[in-house]
């Protein structure tokens, strides 16, 4: 049940993958006219919500209702998963289902590792090494660096 429509909302719902792998729909806050960092259409608002990730905090939603984690593994539109496995072929599907093996989080293990920065394979594989070996303490960590990595940026 989609709470929000995308055109001219503050949120909107967008489905992704989850865990075991089941879809579900993300809350995201709009700060932005497009999804492009370097579309000259971008709120200023947009850029700096964007840019400290406070744009993910909708996402509170799907942690109270069990959907996702504060800390996991990226959620993943189905589009996005389709690419990657055009343009890395069959070995990213492996390493793709090992990260669904956690709930996604709001934040998480390539969230403070360097963002976007990291390529798309290494994101995953940093998501799916979280996924075999998360425990409370490697969540506390994540938590703690997190502030750092929103700021890092701005």
Not at 13 to 39: Q, S
Not at 127 to 146: E, F, G, H, P, V
């Amino acid at each position: 049940m989609k709470m929000f429509e995308v055109e001219g909302k503050v949120v909107h719902a967008v489905e992704f993958w989850k865990h075991n792998p089941k879809l579900f729909e993300k809350y995201k806050k709009n700060g932005w006219k497009l999804e492009l960092d370097d579309d000259p259409r971008i709120t200023k608002l947009g850029k700096i919500l964007r840019q400290t990730s406070i744009d993910e905090m909708p996402q509170v939603i799907n942690v109270l209702r069990g959907e996702m984690s504060v800390v996991g593994p990226r959620a993943y539109v189905e589009p996005e998963l389709q690419d990657a496995k055009k343009r890395y072929g069959k070995t990213i599907t492996k390493v793709i289902k090992e990260s669904l093996a956690a709930k996604p989080g709001i934040t998480g293990p390539w969230q403070v590792s360097g963002r976007n920065e990291i390529p798309w394979n290494q994101r995953v594989a940093i998501d799916a090494d979280y996924a075999k070996r998360r425990s409370i303490l490697y969540d506390i960590y994540i938590i703690l660096k997190t502030p750092f990595a929103m700021i890092s940026k701005w």
